[in-house]
T-cell receptor, first 113, second 113 residues
């Protein structure tokens, strides 16, 4: 069973700051997802990673498979980035007929103007 | 951009009543999932569905739960006799192969009273 840990649990930043959210997992994976959830709202997929680094606008996601660690970075943060950011992993033994995800508890990010 | 559509967005039901939560996955996706999120907790896997059958289910998905894909487009989650502890946000998701295009619906908030 994979344990997914995120840090920090809560993060408050000033507009314009560089943000880093970390995710560690206990067992080897085949893919890692970063997701965004607004309070009371739905879940939006930001990235799926199996190696290296991906960038989309001001968001950057990296993964180190050997270290079992991923980071999500937000450059030039803005109040509209305020949300819960969730790391979710797909296990090595899944696939074929199942790509279920195991979720972390999420990081609540608040960006103040 | 293709969406996963869930209805209703909110449902309030009496304890012991049956509820059906509905989802329309993305049309060319092959893998379908239900997840739930109890208020303040992390998202938990319930069940995955592929090729018209359940491919995996969690311990939560007991005999009170069932899923169907009745007409090739809808994907439903039925809870036969709801309990207070079934109160949660239920998310439907779908994906292509290799968890590509993993997309979540906006969720159904179920309140059991």
């Amino acid at each position: 069973k994979n344990e997914v840990e995120q840090s920090p649990q809560n993060l408050t930043a000033q507009e314009g700051e560089f943000i880093t959210i970390n995710c560690s997992y206990s067992v080897g994976i085949s893919a890692l997802h970063w997701l965004q959830q607004h309070p009371g709202g739905g879940i939006v997929s930001l990235f799926m990673l199996s190696s290296g680094k991906k960038k989309h606008g001001r968001l950057i996601a990296t993964i180190n498979i050997q270290e079992k660690h991923s980071s999500l970075h937000i450059t030039a943060s803005h109040p509209r980035d305020s949300a819960v950011y969730i790391c979710a992993v797909r296990g090595m033994n899944s696939g074929g007929s199942n790509y279920k995800l195991t979720f972390g508890k999420g990081t609540l990010l608040t960006v103040n103007p | 951009e293709p969406e996963v559509t869930q209805t209703p967005s909110h449902q309030v039901t009496q304890m012991g009543q049956e509820v059906i939560l509905r989802c329309v996955p993305i049309s060319n996706h092959l893998y379908f999932y239900w997840y739930r999120q109890i208020l303040g907790q992390k998202v938990e896997f319930l069940v995955s569905f592929y090729n018209n059958e359940i491919s995996e289910k969690s311990e939560i998905f007991d005999d009170q739960f069932s899923v169907e894909r009745p007409d090739g487009s809808n994907f439903t989650l039925k809870i036969r006799s709801t309990k207070l502890e079934d109160s949660a946000m239920y998310f439907c998701a779908s994906s292509g192969s290799g968890s590509n295009g993993y997309t979540f619906g906006s969720g159904t908030r179920l309140t059991v009273v």
